[in-house]
């Protein structure tokens, strides 16, 4: 009776945990969008200070959608919408949520010319590929360069995305996915949540991601997901259900 009680009060502190993050967080968005929006409207305004409140701002909005993701993976309330995607669309979506860290990193792309459409929830794969392109942005020296390839193979999308820096440390090719973690290398800053959440968003979609490095060097990052398949023009589209944002 003692162990059901203290699973039930566990259970419930969870619940509790959960909803104050999500609460906080949806509290914070309306300042940060005030924020942003002055920012902008201030962008021909010369000042030392605003390129600072603008870096500031978007750091904030990264780990309140970070928590907000947390709580949608935690609480089982992720319902992914599947549609027809192009994959250079996706890609092409994740990179400008990633903005300015990756500025100073040439990407190359290595996809087929045949690279059909693939049928899943275009926000979630490309927040997940956005997680992982802001981590191999800010984990690597500026003017390396990132390479994402792309395959169809059994109807499983395979995503490798690999960056030229001082790669993975030793025996953390599977903790870097765990929630908080952190290499000792990090740069200030960050939740260590980016790619918890990118794993949990591609889990949602019946996938994985796996990371290793590469023999040549660097980081190596692979998603597989399942749930794809061949055109079928009388498909119907269905909205996705999640907002890209600026990435973790």
Same mark, same amino acid.
């Given at each position: 009776?003692?162990?059901?009680?203290?699973?039930?009060?566990?259970?419930?502190?969870?619940?509790?945990?959960?909803?104050?993050?999500?609460?906080?967080?949806?509290?914070l968005k309306t300042p940060i969008a005030v924020?942003?929006?002055?920012?902008?409207?201030?962008?021909?305004?010369?000042?030392?200070?605003?390129?600072?409140?603008?870096?500031?701002?978007?750091? /904030?909005?990264? @780990?309140?959608?970070n928590l907000?993701?947390? &709580? !949608?993976?935690?609480?089982?309330? +992720?319902?992914?919408?599947?549609d027809w995607c192009d994959v250079r669309d996706v890609i092409a979506a994740a990179r400008q949520a990633v903005g300015k860290p990756l500025e100073?990193?040439?990407?190359?792309?290595?996809?087929?010319?045949? /690279?059909?459409? @693939?049928?899943?929830?275009?926000?979630?794969? &490309? !927040?997940?590929?956005?997680?992982? +392109?802001?981590?191999?942005?800010?984990?690597?020296?500026?003017?390396?360069?990132?390479?994402i390839s792309a395959t169809l193979v059994d109807q499983t999308l395979r995503l490798i995305l690999r960056d030229h820096g001082p790669g993975l440390p030793p025996g953390m090719e599977k903790s870097v996915f765990a929630k908080f973690c952190r290499a000792p290398s990090s740069p200030a800053g960050g939740t260590g949540l980016g790619l918890t959440i990118a794993r949990g968003f591609v889990q949602a979609l019946g996938g994985d991601i796996t990371a290793r490095n590469h023999p040549e060097g660097g980081a190596e990052f692979v998603i597989e997901v399942e749930r794809t398949s061949k055109f079928v023009p009388q498909d119907i589209p269905s909205p996705t259900n999640l907002e890209v944002r600026s990435t973790p």
């Open positions: 009776i003692q162990a059901v009680s203290q699973a039930e009060m566990l259970a419930h502190s969870e619940k509790l945990h959960r909803t104050l993050l999500d609460s906080i967080s949806h509290e924020i942003n929006a002055a920012v902008e409207g201030m962008s021909g305004t010369p000042g030392p200070y605003l390129d600072e409140i603008n870096t500031a701002s978007q750091r /904030l909005q990264r @780990v309140v959608d907000l993701h947390m &709580t !949608q993976l935690e609480s089982d309330v +992720l319902q992914p919408r599947l100073s990193h040439p990407v190359t792309l290595h996809l087929p010319d045949d /690279l059909p459409l @693939v049928k899943l929830d275009h926000a979630l794969l &490309t !927040q997940a590929l956005a997680n992982i +392109l802001h981590n191999a942005a800010i984990y690597t020296p500026g003017g390396t360069g990132i390479e």
